[in-house]
């Protein structure tokens, strides 16, 4: 029988391999400019199109290649960086596996020139599908310049496996950030389409980070800085008021490389437990400097993910460094969490929710919310009364309907009562078989979030045009993501326009918002829909109307009177899903007469 075993091309061998380093355009950035970083460059600009699948291109002032390491850095395993296995384990660069240029070369269209510190003359090559095209002497300055085009163009499947530009755009956004704020003393300058979007002088790292995330982080971070002989940790942790709901502003950095550590997370967080609402994130850029031998970088292949050899150790020496920090600066919040309506909000929006919440596609729930009415009432009231579905098919919201009301039993008396709020959170109604007790709340964002997928599949709403339109300025991640939710949320009733860059100007908002601070309603309907997007796995749909119900939403703490009670109840029992909340809690818990019978005769 004939051998059956062969070697792969090493086209396709390098195509494999690229399937763990590139994953989307954001690891090229990393990649790239992780390079630029280990030749020594002091400018490093990154241009991409269309989020990166067009192009990504690093242009550095690094020391360059000569002519044959030039050709050389596509091979696999080709680095000028590890010479032996010592230097394993005395890892300083950013690259040492050699695999990246090669990896990247076999799945997309490549150009390099490159001119080595002191040599007249650069090289450019020309690489396609891992396929040399071209090689030849050209002019260049010094240092070097990558662009990598159309990426996976021959692995169509990966191709199509890319997300939305918007999304795509925001991975290369972070990757970007997490090196810039790593090397503050460089200078970084990230162009999209044309556009350049972050400058970033060579400067300190408090300046970076101002320069990273807006001027108003100058007031927000408490320096951290201390240092013993296994390791050293500096830089800045937020200030607890300024915590955020979504995750995504933290980041540690061991011998200045990103990683992700959650062990470590909860070593910063757990100073926050009773200086923040939980469900709370602080901002932190924290750098821990330690001896490369009592770490492993390779358990990771994106090598994001390290091993500390005396795990323990480091999480308590952070813990009580930050704790250290926040003190020395005493922090106390400004805001009086006791008596702010607003802390529920944080609670209750936890990110943790339902895988099932999902299933409950917007699709479904239109379907449902038309047949849902009458079997609500029936299953919770088990009434005799025979009804017409088309009073609830018509419900609009914020209607007061009074039609068919099965809670007042005595409704031909106007003065009768048969509402009670509790607490300003619970509504409270009598019904033929006891009594049921509605968070007010979670019933009201269940109403909002059917009400609005409803509309989003409707007419465009009215607007109320604004006498003063008003200016907003936003980061370039968040931008792109308020430009992917801009037309959906016209729908509903906002008139807002984009003008130039970073900026929206509100012309207009739906008629029932009003005397609202918009700048903050965006920034809350963004953070929830970040949320939404990266926890829930929502449609864009389902997240924007998620977030906007969430934002929306009656809090504790809020009066009703009799109609709005009733409006409430009825709006609830005419969604599809009246029963769970938006997380996957009761809206309302009903109790029998019999049990409270019960109750009483216990004790007597
Ligand atoms: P690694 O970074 O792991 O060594 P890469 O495939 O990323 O592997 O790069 C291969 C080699 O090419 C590097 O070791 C380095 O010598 C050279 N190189 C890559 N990019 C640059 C650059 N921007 N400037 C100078 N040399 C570079
Ligand atoms: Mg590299």
């Given at each position: 029988m004939s051998d059956i075993i062969q070697l792969l091309p090493e086209n396709l061998a390098n195509q494999i391999a690229a399937g763990e380093v590139v994953q989307r355009p954001a690891s090229v950035v990393k990649e790239l400019m992780e390079n630029a970083i280990d030749a020594g460059a002091s400018a490093i600009t990154l241009i991409v199109k269309d989020a990166g699948k067009a192009l990504i291109q690093v242009i550095d002032n690094g020391s360059g290649m000569s002519e044959t390491d030039a050709r050389m850095s596509f091979e696999r395993h080709a680095t000028s960086k590890i010479k032996n296995l010592s230097d394993l384990f005395n890892i300083h660069t950013m690259g040492f596996r050699g695999e990246a240029l090669a990896s990247i070369a076999a799945v997309a269209q490549v150009e390099l020139k490159s001119r080595k510190w002191g040599s007249e003359l650069g090289t450019f090559i020309q690489i396609e599908g891992g396929r040399f095209v071209e090689q030849s002497p050209c002019q260049y300055k010094e240092g070097t310049g990558i662009s990598v085009k159309n990426l996976f163009y021959n692995v169509p499947a990966r191709r199509n496996f890319l997300k939305s530009n918007a999304v795509e755009l925001n991975h290369v956004i972070e990757e970007f950030k997490r090196i810039a704020i790593a090397y503050p003393n460089l200078f970084f300058s990230l162009y999209h389409n044309e556009l350049e979007i972050y400058h970033l002088k060579s400067g300190n790292l408090k300046q970076r980070i101002v320069g990273i995330f807006g001027a108003n982080y100058n007031e927000r971070l408490v320096p951290v800085k201390e240092s013993t002989e296994i390791l050293s940790l500096h830089g800045f942790v937020g200030k607890p008021?300024?915590?955020?709901?979504?995750?995504?502003e933290q980041y540690f950095f061991v011998n200045n490389r990103f990683i992700k550590n959650n062990y470590l997370n909860h070593a910063v967080f757990g100073n926050y437990e009773d200086l923040m609402p939980s469900g709370t994130y602080p901002f932190f850029a924290l750098f821990i400097q330690i001896n490369p031998a009592t770490i492993d970088i390779n358990v990771h292949p994106t090598k994001q993910e390290i091993k500390f050899e005396e795990d323990k150790i480091v999480y308590t020496y952070i813990r009580s460094a930050i704790k250290h920090a926040l003190g020395k600066y005493t922090?106390?919040?400004?805001?009086d969490f006791e008596s702010d309506v607003r802390l529920e909000t944080f609670e209750r929006s936890k990110p943790f929710i339902s895988e099932k919440q999902a299933e409950l596609s917007s699709k479904n729930i239109l379907q449902q919310r038309a047949k849902s009415t009458l079997k609500n009432w029936e299953k919770l009231f088990s009434i005799s009364q025979e009804i017409e579905t088309e009073d609830y098919a018509v419900l609009k919201p914020g209607s007061n309907i009074q039609s068919a009301s099965l809670f007042a039993e005595n409704d031909e008396d106007n003065n009768a009562t048969s509402f009670l709020q509790l607490h300003q959170k619970y509504i409270i109604s009598p019904i033929k078989s006891g009594f049921v007790v509605i968070d007010i709340q979670a019933a009201h964002e269940r109403i909002l979030y059917e009400e609005l997928l409803q509309k989003m599949q409707q007419e465009k709403m009215a607007t109320q045009q604004q006498m003063f339109p008003q200016k907003i300025n936003f980061n370039p991640a968040d931008f792109s993501l308020i430009e992917e939710i801009l037309s959906d949320i016209n729908h509903l009733g906002f008139d807002i326009q984009k003008f130039g860059n970073h900026t929206l100007v509100v012309h207009g908002l739906p008629g029932n918002l009003t005397d609202e601070n918009i700048e903050q309603v965006l920034e809350q309907i963004l953070e929830q829909y970040k949320n939404n997007l990266s926890v829930l796995k929502l449609n864009r749909k389902e997240s924007l109307a998620r977030a906007l119900a969430k934002q929306q939403a009656l809090k504790p703490g809020t009066v009703l009177k009799q109609e709005d009670m009733r409006a409430l109840s009825n709006r609830l029992f005419a969604c599809?899903?009246?029963?769970?909340?938006?997380?996957?809690?009761?809206t309302y818990v009903s109790f029998n007469q019999s049990d409270i019978n019960l109750k009483f005769q216990q004790y007597t």
């Amino acid at each position: 029988m004939s051998d059956i075993i062969q070697l792969l091309p090493e086209n396709l061998a390098n195509q494999i391999a690229a399937g763990e380093v590139v994953q989307r355009p954001a690891s090229v950035v990393k990649e790239l400019m992780e390079n630029a970083i280990d030749a020594g460059a002091s400018a490093i600009t990154l241009i991409v199109k269309d989020a990166g699948k067009a192009l990504i291109q690093v242009i550095d002032n690094g020391s360059g290649m000569s002519e044959t390491d030039a050709r050389m850095s596509f091979e696999r395993h080709a680095t000028s960086k590890i010479k032996n296995l010592s230097d394993l384990f005395n890892i300083h660069t950013m690259g040492f596996r050699g695999e990246a240029l090669a990896s990247i070369a076999a799945v997309a269209q490549v150009e390099l020139k490159s001119r080595k510190w002191g040599s007249e003359l650069g090289t450019f090559i020309q690489i396609e599908g891992g396929r040399f095209v071209e090689q030849s002497p050209c002019q260049y300055k010094e240092g070097t310049g990558i662009s990598v085009k159309n990426l996976f163009y021959n692995v169509p499947a990966r191709r199509n496996f890319l997300k939305s530009n918007a999304v795509e755009l925001n991975h290369v956004i972070e990757e970007f950030k997490r090196i810039a704020i790593a090397y503050p003393n460089l200078f970084f300058s990230l162009y999209h389409n044309e556009l350049e979007i972050y400058h970033l002088k060579s400067g300190n790292l408090k300046q970076r980070i101002v320069g990273i995330f807006g001027a108003n982080y100058n007031e927000r971070l408490v320096p951290v800085k201390e240092s013993t002989e296994i390791l050293s940790l500096h830089g800045f942790v937020g200030k607890p008021e300024f915590a955020k709901k979504t995750r995504g502003e933290q980041y540690f950095f061991v011998n200045n490389r990103f990683i992700k550590n959650n062990y470590l997370n909860h070593a910063v967080f757990g100073n926050y437990e009773d200086l923040m609402p939980s469900g709370t994130y602080p901002f932190f850029a924290l750098f821990i400097q330690i001896n490369p031998a009592t770490i492993d970088i390779n358990v990771h292949p994106t090598k994001q993910e390290i091993k500390f050899e005396e795990d323990k150790i480091v999480y308590t020496y952070i813990r009580s460094a930050i704790k250290h920090a926040l003190g020395k600066y005493t922090v106390t919040p400004s805001i009086d969490f006791e008596s702010d309506v607003r802390l529920e909000t944080f609670e209750r929006s936890k990110p943790f929710i339902s895988e099932k919440q999902a299933e409950l596609s917007s699709k479904n729930i239109l379907q449902q919310r038309a047949k849902s009415t009458l079997k609500n009432w029936e299953k919770l009231f088990s009434i005799s009364q025979e009804i017409e579905t088309e009073d609830y098919a018509v419900l609009k919201p914020g209607s007061n309907i009074q039609s068919a009301s099965l809670f007042a039993e005595n409704d031909e008396d106007n003065n009768a009562t048969s509402f009670l709020q509790l607490h300003q959170k619970y509504i409270i109604s009598p019904i033929k078989s006891g009594f049921v007790v509605i968070d007010i709340q979670a019933a009201h964002e269940r109403i909002l979030y059917e009400e609005l997928l409803q509309k989003m599949q409707q007419e465009k709403m009215a607007t109320q045009q604004q006498m003063f339109p008003q200016k907003i300025n936003f980061n370039p991640a968040d931008f792109s993501l308020i430009e992917e939710i801009l037309s959906d949320i016209n729908h509903l009733g906002f008139d807002i326009q984009k003008f130039g860059n970073h900026t929206l100007v509100v012309h207009g908002l739906p008629g029932n918002l009003t005397d609202e601070n918009i700048e903050q309603v965006l920034e809350q309907i963004l953070e929830q829909y970040k949320n939404n997007l990266s926890v829930l796995k929502l449609n864009r749909k389902e997240s924007l109307a998620r977030a906007l119900a969430k934002q929306q939403a009656l809090k504790p703490g809020t009066v009703l009177k009799q109609e709005d009670m009733r409006a409430l109840s009825n709006r609830l029992f005419a969604c599809a899903h009246p029963n769970k909340s938006l997380d996957n809690r009761p809206t309302y818990v009903s109790f029998n007469q019999s049990d409270i019978n019960l109750k009483f005769q216990q004790y007597t």
